[in-house]
């Protein structure tokens, strides 16, 4: 599995909603999700509740990392754990750098969305993501946008000691988008 995957993937979630007959889709995503979720803005009418300068081998590791950090949530084995992660550590550099590349053509384009958007971030987190975060805030075209950092959140935020407050959050900036109704 490659990014062009990762990419169709996120296309086709979105597609399907579509066709679903929903008019009104609303994003709420966390970490690489972002990047896919951006990408989606540039190319349709999203509305959105947001890493560019990793080099390939932090971007693999962090990936890592990260996965082992939610099957241990999860409530998975070490030995499972090790297994699954198998998959992530085979996958070569030159994947991770299209990747890489990918984030940077997505986020050079930020100007060109103009959905609403919420960016959230973590402080805990590490600090490129908060300047991340305000760099495509700084950017995006859109006349609805806010920022906001949570103080007690790390990288899986809507995991972590924040999470109601994330969710009331989300669901306050997208109930305020005008004609949208939740219930």
Not at 92 to 102: A, I, R, T, V
Not at 157 to 170: N, R
């Amino acid at each position: 599995m490659n990014i062009n995957d990762w990419w169709k993937d996120a296309q086709e979630a979105y597609y399907f909603l579509q066709q679903q007959g929903y008019k009104r889709i609303s994003l709420i995503r966390l970490s690489i999700g972002e990047i896919f979720s951006l990408k989606l803005a540039q190319q349709e009418q999203i509305e959105m509740s947001a890493p560019k300068d990793r080099t390939p081998e932090p971007l693999k590791q962090r990936l890592i990392d990260y996965t082992r950090a939610y099957k241990q949530l999860e409530g998975k084995t070490t030995e499972e754990i090790a297994k699954e992660l198998l998959a992530f550590q085979e996958v070569s550099l030159h994947s991770f750098k299209m990747f890489q590349q990918f984030i940077h053509d997505t986020v050079d384009q930020v100007s060109a969305i103009t959905a609403p958007v919420a960016i959230y971030y973590g402080n805990k987190d590490d600090s490129l993501y908060g300047m991340s975060a305000n760099y495509i805030y700084q950017n995006i075209s859109s006349s609805e946008k806010e920022i906001k950092a949570f103080p007690n959140s790390t990288h899986l935020m809507t995991l972590g000691k924040d999470q109601k407050l994330i969710f009331e959050e989300s669901m306050s900036f997208i109930n305020s988008l005008k004609g949208f109704c939740y219930g």
